[in-house]
């Protein structure tokens, strides 16, 4: 008996997205505060750069050092991301995404830039936006409040 082949575009979509599963990594406790303590270890190879394509919704935002950490989601495509509306070339961005209830999550970056790549946040899952920036010796830590897809 034959086993079916497996086109090419599709093997190379199974893989992308093998790759992307196994990048993302837990990284700690959930929390819904603004100044939440987070451990920056995530990875920045996760989520898609943002092309622009979707209808790009603002969901939530936090301020912090005269920044605004701001939270998109695509209502075409179910991705988010995260930007920092007056941000400097020192600023960290990235996403946070659990599933709803859970106490862990896995955070895409830290980018070192003003716009984070996207990640999907379909049913069953919650997104929150994420930044840091210098201030003297420091790194003061904002995210927003968690989102869910399609709230």
Avoid at 34 to 50: D, E, F, S
Avoid at 91 to 108: E, F, L, M, N, Y
Wanted: proline residues 3%; contains cysteine.
């Amino acid at each position: 008996m034959r086993t079916p082949r497996i086109a090419q575009s599709a093997r190379v979509l199974l893989a992308a997205a093998a790759v992307v599963a196994a990048a993302l990594v837990p990284t700690g406790a959930a929390s819904a505060a603004t100044q939440a303590p987070i451990r920056m270890a995530g990875t920045t190879n996760c989520g898609t750069i943002v092309g622009g394509f979707d209808a790009y919704v603002l969901v939530r935002s936090a301020k912090a050092g005269g920044r605004t950490i701001q939270l998109y989601t695509g209502k075409i495509f179910d991705e988010d991301h995260a930007y920092i509306k007056n941000g400097s070339g020192s600023d960290r961005v990235w996403i946070d995404k659990r599933k709803i209830g859970s106490a862990t999550w896995t955070q895409c970056g830290p980018f070192n830039a003003v716009l984070s790549n996207e990640v999907s946040n379909h049913n069953g899952w919650q997104t929150r936006a994420c930044f840091n920036y210098k201030s003297g010796n420091s790194r003061p830590t904002t995210c927003t409040t968690w989102y869910n897809g399609h709230d």
